[in-house]
């Protein structure tokens, strides 16, 4: 399920037809409800119910795409909620896939002419200039269309290797292969030169951090000051070997020194309110937004406003709060009762709570409501976080 969703634009080069490809996501969702050994039922959590009742948004705007991809995350939250027989497994697929978009990251970057040649005619008609554009512009979209999309995949597997490391069931061996495949990814998100990833995906490992920690702030405090110390003397090391590297940093620079640290976002956001002005009880439709000014407001919530007006907005930020709220809980008792826990088990929950807070945050910014590879990975996420609150509701984690 995860090849189907994290290779979005080698669909058509992979299956050769949408068909096959969806054949082969129905294919991977019966895996998962088999392995969740229960049927289908009317779930007793309130939270996966008023998903469902979230998708009639999506059912009335009568776009077929829309409406499978919604169904989709909910069966995926619902998989993971009922069991947790994936843990480490969906984390360490995920761990690949950063390492993997990463490696061709930086190979592209050395060796541009071969993703022009080669790879750029594998994607779909639509996405084949935008590809060019991003590698003439020294955007680095690795093996994806975009860099945005490329920087998706980053964030995603270092909220995944940091999940690893965290769970302190790794040798010391292990563990500087982790710190290094870190690094490594880390490395590729800079050449990209996302700012929104970067920032948020280090605001999401702070968060986790910082509440799966119980020793004394100050302690935690300190250790932040000293990682971040060691990384910037690395950065600077780095930096001077590969002039690339500091991307991110001339956009902020870039960006500041225009005046426009909105990237010219001001103008769909003025135009998402502006509609949810016209249509302020139930909207103007879902995805109506994209038609209106040719592209997703870049702000989940702006965007959600407009299409869903109030009553939307309150149903699907409610649950994405919500989300939130029972990550941060979760997680606060898991770290006050490790020693009961076996730590391989606590992968998933820390990865969970991360992307959980990265969506969260990125929507202000980005459209991971709406795109499918984050969508899926954010339901993923949401469905694991319900599990681990009911096992610690019943006393049993493992």
């Known amino acids: 399920m995860l090849f189907f969703s994290l290779t979005v634009d080698f669909r058509i080069t992979i299956f050769k037809n949408t068909y096959v490809a969806y054949i082969f996501a129905i294919f991977g969702l019966m895996c998962l409800l088999y392995g969740s050994y229960t049927k289908i039922k009317v779930s007793q959590r309130l939270s996966f119910i008023l998903w469902c009742f979230a998708a009639i948004f999506v059912i009335v705007s009568l776009d077929l795409g829309q409406i499978i991809g919604f169904f989709v995350g909910l069966i995926l939250l619902y998989c993971y909620y009922q069991s947790g027989g994936a843990k480490e497994y969906t984390v360490r697929v995920i761990f690949f896939y950063g390492v993997f978009y990463a490696f061709f990251t930086f190979f592209f970057y050395f060796n541009p002419s071969i993703y022009v040649n080669i790879v750029v005619p594998k994607f779909a008609d639509y996405a084949r200039q935008t590809a060019l554009n991003m590698i003439t512009t020294h955007c680095y979209p690795g093996l994806t269309a975009h860099y945005s999309t490329n920087g998706i995949y980053l964030a995603m597997g270092i909220g995944a290797i940091y999940s690893i490391y965290l769970s302190n069931s790794l040798t010391k061996v292990k563990k500087r292969f982790v710190i290094l495949a870190m690094a490594f990814v880390l490395g590729a998100l800079l050449l990209t030169g996302k700012r ?203």
């Not at 956001?269 to 870049?298: Q, T």
């Open 196 to 398: 929104a990833h970067l920032v948020f995906s280090i605001a999401s490992c702070f968060i986790v951090y910082w509440i799966s920690n119980k020793e004394q702030k100050g302690n935690r405090l300190l250790k932040i000051i000293l990682i971040a110390i060691i990384i910037s003397v690395v950065f600077e090391f780095a930096v001077n070997l590969m002039p690339a590297l500091s991307n991110t940093f001339q956009r902020f620079e870039e960006a500041t020194e225009s005046g426009d640290m909105l990237m010219g976002r001001n103008v769909m956001y003025v135009a998402s309110w502006k509609k949810f002005l016209e249509n302020p009880i139930f909207g103007c439709g879902w995805k109506n937004m994209s038609k209106i000014v040719g592209h997703d407001s870049h702000n989940i919530y702006l965007q959600l406003l407009a299409e869903t007006g109030i009553v939307g907005f309150v149903l699907f930020v409610g649950l994405i709060l919500y989300g939130v709220i029972t990550a941060t809980k979760v997680l606060n008792v898991y770290a006050d009762n490790k020693s009961k826990y076996v730590g391989k088990d606590g992968i998933l929950l820390y990865f969970a709570s991360f992307y959980v807070y990265f969506f969260t945050i990125y929507g202000m910014t980005g459209n991971p409501l709406y795109d499918e590879q984050t969508f899926n990975l954010f339901m993923i996420s949401y469905g694991a976080i319900l599990f681990y609150q009911k096992r610690i509701k019943n006393n049993y984690i493992v």
